[in-house]
């Protein structure tokens, strides 16, 4: 049986002229393999993205922020710094989750030369004993930015349980293609070009970055425009503190190796009839208690922002994110709560 | 399985290594069984209604040539069948809306339906191609076919199943009964129309997407930013919609099939009849000769081609979606073109003189403006919203809002750029560009270095956030 069908196979091939076949061979090898030879060669791939690195040696920080798009709509680094006269600054990266604020951990703050004194992590619910959400797929290329060239701990969640023949081709894709790492920065050359074409035709300087956040505000929104809820497929599981089983037991082993007060942040989600039933659900309160009960045996902070009378609707833009327009007033609030976190 | 997941590469390898170790018998089994889990790996149970289909046209077909007699009756029951079976998946939440709407104005309360179905993909495709085998083999344009294997295959190959192109029985039966050949040449093309249309819709669509998402996301958006969002629209359904029947071409063509057109850019049309020769061709052409001549075409004196005009442009309308606007959207095409019609402008050569070359970008420009408005109302579903927007004031736009949508104009532009100059420099009827094309030489090389670059791009540039085929929901 093998053997007709390596007959029909070869016999298939035959019907091609002998230029035909090499150049089809050729074709194929050289579309595949130009990417492949490009990023080993002109294009200026990045292994490790440092810049956060650099900026945050340049700001020295005392207090820093990590999170994710709640930390971006939720806290002005600058104001909090003028409020407290503390150095604060903020890493903060949409659509990140529990693998990534570990490499913010690890390889940012615990790398810096003058580590900061205290390290607040922003997160929801059961975000940080998730380890496969946000970490694989269309988010690996990003993470591979913040990643050195061993991370035996991100390796071991991206393979787990089994990453199965997509989680393999996928990190195949992405170590034999390391131009997908460019996409960042290609996207921006992209906006660069489009707000450069734009000032040179309509004369004048604006900050198209600053303008679009203002256009696309989350209060600009309609009203039907469905939320970021964002954790809708976190499974409701019970908390396990087990190294094997997330990034947390590993951000929190980081902060203590650089010697930096590590404290968790959980922010209020927005709080509508839905979400507060949600909030109020037993499985999650309980989940909650044991977080904070096992986070005080390891000498971290942890801090819960749900059922605050103060962080009220009005605040919010869409889903869980505070509005553009609130940050400043978020902010203000935020400093006024926790003092403690900036003496 | 849709076409850019890891899933389809993976499928699609494995399927034309097999298919081409195979004689041609085995070749279209295995093609039918291939096709019928491409489809079922969505959900299995849409393989139901795709199975009722094929049976039911298939014996119908048969049905005729052992009964010529009854061949009307025969195809009543083919057209009943399957638009029974569009109804009932595609327009019975509409129909129940539309009637709790009308019990609402009355006074009259409204009832909750039993059932509550999911719209099974490209059954409105799968259903057009089945119902127009039915009329063909009545219209005695081909013999019914004798293999329900090789018909279950026109009916459900896995490259066109689910958005396009709606192939003709005359054209793609022949093909799959008749052995086919293949050439190192056409394996390459294929694979460059596959790479192109993954292209275009990774890169370009997926990025236009992000742009005209957020702007439609705007309660209440200004006047320029409103219109930067239609256009981005314009680009994404453009770019997505081909991309798909590119994927489709080319996959076909890697095992020797060779489908229909569908799109000859559109955007570069004068007229509303050029628009609907050169976009979806597949559909329109299928509307004409199914629907518009059967009902007399132009040749029953104006008033009554009119009607059969607007008939024709509302069962498009009406075949995008279960909603009223996307009537609306047909109806305004059917106003166009009745409109153009009656001022009496027509297609004219592009670029063969300079005073015809700025009169045709004249008109292109002035089309795709229209067209752009046909956007919008085929894009916003919400009635309010839309009338809303068509009357926003140009005049409340300020420097800054102007600014800012000239920037998303020009960022979607850059993006599409690839896209227009090929649809100008491929598709726009100019002696000029002909001669330019005849003296490219030497061709592969070029071929070559283009595939490369679209591969790079796909890989550096493609959107991270990924949506399905904008036609999927048809």
Known sequence: MNRRWVTRIAEFFRRFTCHDRAWLTFFVIAVLGLPVLLSHTSLQVPEFDDTTLRRLTKERPEIVFIGDSMLESRLDASLLSQLSGRRVSIIEDDGSASGKWFLFVKNYVAALPEKPQRVILFFRDRYLTEPGFRLGGRYLSRLYLAMRTDEPVVDYFLDRPDPGIRGWFDRAIISAYPVTRLHDPAADNLRDRAAGITLRLTGSDVDFDDQLDRTFDRRNLRPDVPSDLGSEDLEADAFDPDPKASFLPHIVESAATAGVDLYFFRVQRRPNAATIANANEPTLLQYVANLRDWLTAQGVGFIDETGDPRITLDLYGDGDHIALEDRKRYTRLFYETHRELFE | ?474
């Open chain 2, 1 to 474: 399985m849709i076409f850019h997941s890891l899933d389809f590469v993976g499928f699609f390898i494995a399927v034309v290594a097999v298919y081409w170790a195979l004689p041609h018998r085995a070749q279209n089994l295995f093609l039918l069984a291939a096709s019928w889990f491409f489809y079922g790996y969505i959900s299995p149970w849409f393989l139901g209604p795709l199975l009722v289909a094929t049976a039911t046209d298939f014996l119908v077909a048969r049905g005729m040539t052992r009964w010529p007699a009854r061949r009307k009756a025969l195809l009543l029951m083919s057209v009943a069948v399957n638009l029974t079976m569009l109804g009932v998946f595609k327009y019975f939440g509409f129909f129940v809306e539309n009637i709790n709407s009308l019990l609402g104005a009355w006074g009259l309360g409204t009832f909750e339906p039993a059932l509550s179905l999911v719209l099974p993909v490209g059954i409105s495709f799968y259903t057009l191609q089945s119902i127009g085998y039915s009329v063909d083999v009545y219209r005695e344009r081909l013999p019914a076919c004798r293999r329900f294997s090789d018909y279950a295959l026109y009916v459900a190959f896995f490259p066109q199943l689910v958005a396009g192109p709606i192939e003709r029985s005359t054209h793609l039966l022949p093909e799959i009964t008749a052995p086919r050949s293949i050439t190192a040449a056409r394996i390459l093309s294929g694979l460059q129309l596959m790479l192109w249309g993954f292209f275009k819709k990774l890169v370009i669509a997926d990025n236009a997407a992000v742009t005209a998402n957020k702007i439609f996301a705007l309660s209440d958006p200004n006047f320029a930013l409103l219109w930067v969002g239609v256009f981005a629209f314009a680009i994404q359904i453009y770019a997505d919609f081909s991309a798909y029947t590119d994927i489709a071409r080319g996959a076909a063509r890697v095992l020797g099939f060779e489908l229909m057109e569908n799109f000859r850019g559109p955007y570069l049309s004068q007229t509303p009849h050029e628009f609907w020769g050169r976009w979806h061709i597949s559909l329109s052409s299928w509307i004409r000769d199914y629907v518009y001549i059967p009902l007399g075409g132009s040749r029953r004196g104006p008033a009554r081609n009119a009607i059969n005009l607007f008939l024709a442009f509302a069962v498009s309308g009406l075949w995008h979606g279960a909603q009223w606007n996307f009537v609306l959207w047909g109806l305004y095409w059917w106003a166009l073109t009745i409109v153009y019609r009656a001022v009496g402008v027509e297609s004219g050569p592009v670029f063969a003189r300079p005073t015809s070359a700025l009169r045709a970008m004249v008109r292109i420009a002035i089309l795709f403006v229209l067209t752009c408005i046909g956007w919008l109302l085929f894009r916003e579903t919400n009635p309010e919203y839309l009338a809303k927007f068509l009357t926003l004031d140009p005049r409340t736009v300020n420097w800054a809002d102007f600014q800012t949508a000239f920037f998303l104009l020009i960022l979607t532009t850059i993006y599409a750029l690839p896209m227009l100059i090929y649809d100008v420099l491929c598709r726009l009827p100019a002696p000029w560009i002909a001669r330019w094309q005849a003296s490219i030489v030497p061709r592969r090389w070029i071929e070559l270095a283009t595939a490369c670059a679209l591969y790079l791009a796909i890989l550096v540039l493609r959107s991270t956030t990924q949506a399905d085929f904008i036609y999927f929901q048809f």
